[in-house]
């Protein structure tokens, strides 16, 4: 079955660093999601991309985030000076769209994000 | 703006018995509810999605069910067994949103 891929797995980074995660959606799908979890909270939503849009955002999405679908493939999201509380787990979702209702989002196993 | 609440926040049950998750939650103009299982540290692994215009879907030992009216879904797991020891997040998609909205899940912990 197609999955949602994460890389890396684990990403350990200097505050105030750069950090690009790394997500391959399944093929065909056409919509992109980003989810948040901080460890022993619940999963957050982040952000939604289509057709090479933000379609919509969290509060928690400021200026410090941005996404991009730089090739066919791959699904990204930056943050650009991490800081502490950004530490946690991020999961990628793909869905198939534009027909919500009966198709889920799939996710992908995450990327455990820690700053030092 | 949609809250999804679960409860029990932990539960721990004996190995065999049949037991019951609940997820509630404010806004019933919803796509679809889909229940989660998530081991310590790890993913999300998706168990049971139901639509909106349906009342209950089943996988082996789980049925979920929805009551959008009411805006309350279950989680039943009949003979539960250790390896069903996690925790169960429900998630709801709502109409007119690109995201799902999480519980906090039920900490599950079945005792051999």
């Known amino acids: 079955e197609p999955e949602v891929t994460q890389t890396p797995s684990h990403q350990v980074t200097q505050m105030g660093q750069e950090v690009i995660l790394r997500c391959v959606p399944i093929?065909?799908?056409?919509?992109f999601y980003w989810y948040r979890q901080i460890l022993g909270q619940k999963v957050e939503f982040l952000v939604s991309f289509y057709n090479n849009e933000i379609s919509e955002k969290s509060e928690i999405f400021d200026d410090q985030f941005s996404v991009e679908r730089p090739d066919g493939s791959n699904f990204t999201l930056k943050i650009r000076s991490t800081k502490l509380e950004d530490s946690a787990m991020y999961f990628c979702a793909s869905s198939v769209g534009p027909e919500m209702s009966n198709q889920p989002q799939h996710f992908g196993d995450g990327t455990r994000l820690s700053i030092l | 703006k949609q809250e999804v609440t679960q409860i029990p926040a932990a539960l721990s049950v004996p190995e065999g018995e049949n037991l019951v998750l609940n997820c509630s939650f404010t806004?019933?103009?919803?796509?679809?509810l889909q229940w989660f299982r998530q081991d310590p540290g790890k993913g999300l692994t998706s168990l049971l999605l139901?639509?909106?215009?349906?009342r209950e879907q089943t996988s082996g030992r789980l049925n979920a069910s929805l009551d959008k009216s009411s805006g309350r879904s279950t989680l039943y797991i009949a003979a539960s067994q250790p390896g069903d020891s996690a925790t169960y997040l429900c998630?709801?998609?709502?109409?007119?949103?690109?995201?799902?909205?999480f519980g906090t899940g039920t900490r599950l912990k079945v005792l051999a």
């Open positions: 998630a709801v998609y709502t109409s007119g949103t690109y995201k799902y909205i």
């Open positions: 093929s065909n799908h056409l919509y």
């Open positions: 139901i639509q909106s215009s349906q």
């Open positions: 806004d019933s103009a919803i796509y679809n």
